[in-house]
C-alpha cells in the first residue's frame, strides 16, 4: 500500500508526523486491509476536527498528552447529536484506541485516559442469509443475456454465493487468478492480514467467470484486473451495490439482500447441509472459529421459527409464553 503523509491544518507540524507513521505501520506492518485503514483515518480525522474546534488551534503532541476521559466524552457526545449510533462510537473509539497504543508503543505519548472511557455496547446480532430459492434466483436472473456487463455482475454474486468471498476479495483478484477450461478448481484469494488462502471453485461459478471473459470485449493482460468497469478500471464496489439494489427491487428481495448477504448465505446454507464448522471457517477465511460459530445462531433461530410456526400447539405455546 502507497505511504502516505499527513499534513491537516488541524494539527500542528509534530502531530501530523506522527499520525503518518501510525498510518504507515497499520499499513505496512499491522497490514490492515485497505478498507479498515480507511475507516480508520476517517475516524480519526474527525476527532482531530472536532478536538481543534473543543480546543482551539492546531493540535499539539502535548494536547493528545494531556487530555482527560471529559475530551474524549464530549467528542462522543458530539459525534451522538449528529445522528450516530452505538456501533458508529464504538468504532470511533476503536479507531482512536488504536492511534493511542501506538503513540504509547513508540514512546511518543503516553495517555491512558481514552482506556477509562466506557465505549457503548454494540447491539448482539445474527448474520441475516437469503433463503437458497433466492440466493438461486438471484444468480440464474438473466444469465442468457450475452452482455458482458450481465455476466460480470452474475460472475462476481456467484463468487459471492458460491465461494464464501467477501466483495473487496473478489474484485481484488487479477485475471491471472480466474480459471481457465481445462484446469483450476480452486482460486486463490487474497484476503484480510494479507493472508492467502485456496478456494475451491464449483463447475457453475467457473462457468460464469468464463462466460464474461468470452463477453468481455477489452483485450486483456494477466496482470489486469479480473473485473472492470464500463471505463476499463478496477470494478468499485460501490457499482456492485448498486447492482444489488436495483435486483433486489425487481425481484422483490427482503432488506438484507446485500452482496455480503450472499457471503452469510454460503456459509449458513453449507452449515445446514451439514458441513463441520472447521471447514466454514477456512473457506471463509475466519482467523477465528468464534466469528464462524454465530453461524450456528442463525440455524438455531431457523429452528425455532420453524417450530413457533409448524407446531400444532404453536398458538397455545404463545399465549403460555405471554402469561407467564
Keep these: 500500500m502507497q505511504n502516505i ?11 501530523n508526523q506522527a499520525l503518518t507513521c501510525w498510518y504507515n505501520y497499520i499499513a505496512d506492518e499491522k497490514r490492515v486491509s485497505k478498507n479498515t485503514i480507511e475507516a480508520y483515518c476517517k475516524d480519526v480525522e474527525s476527532f482531530f476536527d472536532f478536538l481543534s474546534s473543543h ?13 482527560v476521559a471529559s475530551d474524549f466524552r464530549a467528542f462522543m457526545a458530539s459525534r451522538r447529536r449528529s445522528g450516530a449510533g452505538p456501533r458508529t462510537i464504538a468504532r470511533l473509539m476503536s479507531s482512536l484506541r488504536s492511534l493511542f497504543q501506538y503513540l504509547e508503543k513508540v514512546d511518543i505519548i503516553k495517555n491512558h485516559a481514552i482506556h477509562s472511557v466506557r465505549i457503548p455496547k454494540i447491539p448482539h446480532s445474527i448474520p441475516k442469509p437469503l433463503s437458497v430459492n433466492q440466493a438461486n434466483n438471484l444468480i440464474d436472473n438473466d444469465n442468457e443475456k450475452n452482455s458482458w456487463v450481465i455476466a460480470r455482475d452474475n460472475a462476481i454474486f456467484l463468487l459471492l454465493y458460491g465461494c464464501g468471498l467477501r466483495i ?7 485475471i491471472k487468478d480466474a480459471p481457465s477450461e481445462d484446469w483450476q478448481d480452486s482460486i486463490r484469494v487474497l484476503g484480510k492480514g494479507k493472508k492467502i488462502r485456496e478456494v475451491p471453485i ?4 467457473k462457468k460464469g467467470i468464463l462466460k464474461y471473459l468470452q463477453l468481455y470485449p477489452g483485450k486483456s ?8 468497469g464500463v471505463k476499463g478500471g478496477r470494478l468499485s464496489p460501490r457499482i456492485v451495490q448498486i447492482t444489488m439494489q436495483r435486483m433486489k427491487n425487481k425481484m422483490n428481495l427482503p432488506d ?3 452482496p455480503h448477504s450472499l457471503r452469510h448465505s454460503f456459509a449458513t446454507h453449507l452449515l445446514q447441509a451439514g458441513v463441520d464448522l472447521r471447514s466454514i471457517q477456512e473457506l471463509l477465511g475466519h482467523s477465528s472459529l468464534s466469528s ?12 425455532a421459527d420453524t417450530h413457533q410456526g409448524s407446531h400444532p400447539r404453536s ?4 399465549l403460555v409464553s405471554d402469561n407467564s
Design 292 to 303: 464462524t460459530q454465530i453461524y450456528t445462531e442463525v440455524d438455531k433461530k431457523k429452528l
Design 5 to 15: 503523509t499527513y499534513k491537516l491544518p488541524s494539527l500542528k507540524e509534530e502531530t
Design 168 to 174: 473487496s476479495e473478489a474484485l481484488e483478484l487479477n
Design 202 to 205: 464449483l463447475p457453475d461459478v
Design 221 to 228: 493482460d494477466i496482470d489486469d484486473p479480473l473485473f472492470v
Design 55 to 67: 480546543i482551539g488551534g492546531p493540535i499539539s503532541l502535548t494536547n493528545l498528552k494531556n487530555l
Design 256 to 258: 438484507n439482500a446485500t
Design 315 to 318: 398458538g397455545h405455546l404463545k
